[in-house]
């Protein structure tokens, strides 16, 4: 390795919107993040359902339009 060209590696504190602090080591101090595995709906089980089919309708109602003519 060469010296003097690598960032100084120490230890960090990441905190999550949702209150979570994680102790960990990067090149920067003081990580703030909007969310984490604590409170994503992914790894929560809480996900929102989407309203899929007004979005299916809109579509087809958009492109149809297009085969009639």
Known sequence: MQDKI???YKETTI???CGEVIHTRATKQNIKIEICSKCHPFFTGKQKLIDSAG???KFTKKYSKNKQA
């Open 6 to 8: 690598h960032p100084e």
């Open 55 to 57: 979005r299916i309708e």
């Open 15 to 17: 905190t999550c919107a």
